[in-house]
């Protein structure tokens, strides 16, 4: 593969894209493995409460994941504005940065939440959680 960019924030850029692409991929996986566990639920004919919890805590997992991709995504947008503007800035430092602006606990609990309720998150897990309250109301 050749970088449109060989220098070292380019090496930075493509390296950071692809892991964001990968973070894409885990997350199709883990709506279809909330959606399997669902299914399989309802055939074991489980406590709704149970299945409530462990789709509230595959939601919280997806949230989890798309935040760290959400910090992948801040980095390559730096990294693009500083070889657009030529700058020369040290490549390689999405931790450092990250540690030097990591919010406190109350902080990555917000960022968390935020993410959970973005709609590419969320679905399709609102429509589960409300077809298991569905199905426990009407049964």
Same mark, same amino acid.
């Given at each position: 593969?050749?970088?449109?960019?060989?220098?070292?924030?380019?090496?930075?850029?493509?390296?950071?894209?692809?892991?964001?692409? /990968?973070?894409?991929?885990?997350? =199709?996986? +883990?709506?279809?493995?909330?959606?399997?566990?669902?299914? !399989?639920? *309802?055939?074991?004919?489980?406590?709704?409460?149970?299945?409530?919890?462990?789709?509230?805590?595959?939601w919280?997992?997806e949230?989890?994941?798309?935040?760290?991709?959400?910090?992948?995504?801040?980095?390559?947008?730096?990294?693009?504005?500083?070889?657009?503007?030529?700058? /020369?800035?040290?490549?390689?430092? =999405?931790? +450092?940065?990250?540690?030097?602006?990591?919010?406190?606990? !109350?902080? *990555?609990?917000?960022?968390y939440?935020?993410?959970?309720?973005?709609?590419?998150?969320?679905?399709?897990?609102?429509?589960?959680?409300?077809?298991?309250?569905?199905?426990?109301?009407?049964?």
């Open positions: 593969m050749t970088l449109p960019d060989a220098s070292p924030l380019g090496h930075e850029w493509a390296v950071l894209q692809h892991n964001h692409e /990968q973070y894409e991929k885990t997350s =199709l996986l +883990s709506k279809l493995g909330v959606i399997a566990l669902f299914v !399989a639920c *309802l055939a074991l004919s489980m406590d709704v409460f149970v299945m409530l919890l462990l789709m509230l805590v595959m919280l997992q949230a989890m994941l798309r935040t760290s991709q959400s910090r992948l995504g801040e980095r390559i947008l730096q990294i693009e504005q500083h070889i657009a503007a030529g700058a /020369q800035v040290p490549a390689y430092q =999405l931790h +450092s940065e990250w540690r030097a602006s990591r919010p406190g606990l !109350a902080g *990555l609990l917000t960022e939440g935020r993410n959970a309720l973005r709609p590419t998150v969320a679905f399709p897990y609102v429509a589960l959680v409300a077809i298991t309250v569905a199905w426990y109301l009407l049964a």
